[in-house]
DNA sequence: CGTGAGGTTGATCGCTTTCAACGGAGGTGG
DNA sequence: CCACCTCCGTTGAAAGCGATCAACCTCACG
């Protein structure tokens, strides 16, 4: 999908040690997926871990009407479906073509067992979750949709360039519904949030995938401020 | 901050949980602090990890401007502060006379690394906590207001019964306003729809601490449809 | 009994949603 | 190769929910 853009590539970024964890054994294997398969549903066995390679993949809640929370955009290097018990309590996507490890879980468990720096990995993993969901609760809890779909696309530019100044072009493998429902807004608002930040001269949209970040600075007083 | 605190000796052992780790080191204390205190602050050095043996406590993170986002609400068991990196991204107060068990987390983290069930025990708290915090995304991102508050009692009462049925009496330690900066709305939203509740005959509100959930079910449908 | 913090309730405002129409890109089949 | 279709995205207008502003209440405490 986004093989012959002229942009920046998750994988290109890596600054991630792969893989997770080095087996010897068969029982893991690397599934290749197209755009928006599911790699699992809330409910379902979990008795896989799942290794992102390549693409982009999205964690997501329902509720009984339909109503929908994204919970992650997951890149390569992230790790899905590390969860205590025994089945999955939310969907996962793919968003575009994706590589998947897919890690037995029991596996896993038993190895960060034997292998203290293995469990240490893992924790790490867990802990590094964690601070990036109690960031996304400002956003999604007090932040107005502008400084929502502000932050939404400077937390983009921190994942694929460590110290982003200056221009930065960014890819989205994620539609506008996936936008709005991970900022827990509508498609419409996130548009007209995007358009407001092209106009102001902060960004430009070439296509409605790719977003040039034009001044980092000035969106980073549109994430906390207007 | 808590070095003027009352110590107590670490032979004092809390009736309602078990301690985490049992440890022979005396490097481990607990402490005791009245309402309303700061355990840590965003940037503080993390040299602990806290555990709450008794009490309530409140971690939030607050903007520039002073909105504020309560990230969770601990109670006896909980542990508090396991960040990755040196420093705390956060702020943590107690909400009522509390009791915290302070554990120094680089013997922590080489505890974990020589047993192995304490590096579970870890990454069990860890996805445990994911896990919780991937509900509130969605209560917190597509949830009414009503359905918010509702969710909020719901939660607290399966934390004190395992399966609440019929008539639950609550004590809420925290106040409106930690309630509303929990959930992303303002007090006087969280007090209307505890009052449209009341009405509804769902629950009743003897103090203004103190819920009684009369019908768990009819609550129930007011979480998740309004 | 005065005081102040926390809580409730009412009235109005404004941001976001909802409803609706249109535009553009990509895919398909004639 | 082009007409057509469908999905996605954008923009406008109107409606609604929760925020804001304000007044009042309740209770603990000195």
Not at 77 to 88: N, T
Request: proline letters at 4%; glycine letters at 4%; hydrophobic letters at 40%.
């Amino acid at each position: 999908m986004y093989a012959n853009a002229n942009v920046i590539e998750p994988t290109t970024t890596s600054c991630r040690e792969l893989p997770w964890v080095e087996f010897q054994s068969n029982q893991q294997r690397v599934h290749v997926y197209s755009a928006r398969e599911a790699l699992f549903c809330e409910g379902d066995s979990a008795q896989f871990v799942y290794e992102v390679l390549d693409g982009v993949v999205c964690c997501y809640s329902l509720l009984s009407d339909g109503r929908r929370q994204v919970l992650s955009f997951s890149y390569p290097g992230d790790l899905i479906g590390l969860v205590q018990g025994d089945s999955h309590r939310y969907n996962c996507d793919t968003l575009c073509p994706t590589q998947i490890r897919c890690i037995p879980r029991n596996m896993l468990l038993r190895t960060a067992h034997e292998r203290p720096e293995v469990g240490e990995k893992l924790l790490t993993f867990a802990t590094t979750e964690l601070a990036a969901m109690q960031d996304h609760f400002v956003s999604i809890g007090r932040k107005s949709a502008q400084e929502k779909v502000a932050s939404f696309l400077l937390t983009l530019a921190h994942r694929h360039a460590i110290e982003p100044t200056g221009s930065v072009t960014l890819r989205l493998p994620m539609t506008r519904a996936d936008i709005a429902d991970y900022l827990g807004i509508t498609i419409e608002t996130v548009s007209r949030c995007l358009s407001k930040l092209k106009i102001a001269g902060v960004i430009d949209l070439p296509q409605s995938a790719t977003v040039v970040i034009r001044d980092v600075d000035n969106l980073r007083d549109f994430a906390e401020r207007d």
